[in-house]
T-cell receptor, first 112, second 114 residues
């Protein structure tokens, strides 16, 4: 079957750094993405890794190792507004017709 | 950036009635759109893949006669929940992509069947 594993919950304090890991097992792999979802809202795109290595976008970075079927999302200088659920997702086919297979999500709680 | 618009954002309907949810790609053509369902505090579960000009592809366990999908144009896909029951109450979200990297999601529709 196809599965993505990520921790269910993470708690951290403002200003800290948090890493959310994701391991995947899918029949096809065309990149690992990360999405943020606040309660009651729709997911919003954070980052994408098509190749091995680190991608940095402001306070957020994402890493991929295809040989290990592993990636992570790194959030730095945590702010209260970062409290949300974070989903890793694998695209199972190339291009826009490829579906996103989502992990179960990691609920991040940022404390003062 | 690309925008996907979903309407309505909230709907309450009576058991036995049907509800139509629209998903539009506003500034790009989407040959493929995806419909997800999300239960509270759970992940997004793919219901079906909507293909422009052809029949939708449904995931295992999703009733195609209950969740009717129509993708009549390159910018519009609709999901109709037919003969709704309280157990159909959920958050429904559509998405579309232009390439492999980023998916754009609609705002979601919270359906409550009473």
């Amino acid at each position: 079957g196809q599965s993505l594993e990520q921790p269910s919950e993470v708690t951290a304090v403002e200003g800290a750094i948090v890493q959310i890991n994701c391991t995947y097992q899918t029949s096809g792999f065309y990149g690992l993405s990360w999405y943020q979802q606040h309660d009651g809202g729709a997911p919003t795109f954070l980052s994408y890794n098509g190749l091995d290595g680190l991608e940095e976008t402001g306070r957020f970075s994402s890493f991929l190792s295809r040989s290990d079927s592993y990636g992570y999302l790194l959030l730095q200088e945590l702010q209260m507004k970062d409290s949300a659920s974070y989903f890793c997702a694998v695209r199972d086919r190339r291009g826009s017709q490829g579906n996103l297979i989502f992990g179960k999500g990691t609920k991040l709680s940022v404390k003062p | 950036g690309a925008v996907v618009s979903q309407h309505p954002s909230r709907v309450i309907c009576k058991s036995g009635t049907s509800v139509k949810i629209e998903c539009r790609s506003l500034d790009f053509q989407a040959t493929t759109m995806f419909w997800y369902r999300q239960f509270p505090k759970k992940s997004l579960m793919l219901m079906a893949t909507s293909n422009e000009g052809s029949k939708a592809t449904y995931e295992q366990g999703v009733e195609k006669d209950k969740f009717l999908i129509n993708h009549a144009s390159l910018t519009l896909s609709t999901l109709t929940v037919t003969s709704a029951h309280p157990e159909d109450s959920s958050f429904y979200i559509c998405s579309a992509s232009r390439g492999s990297s980023e998916a754009f999601f609609g705002q979601g529709t919270r359906l409550t069947v009473v």
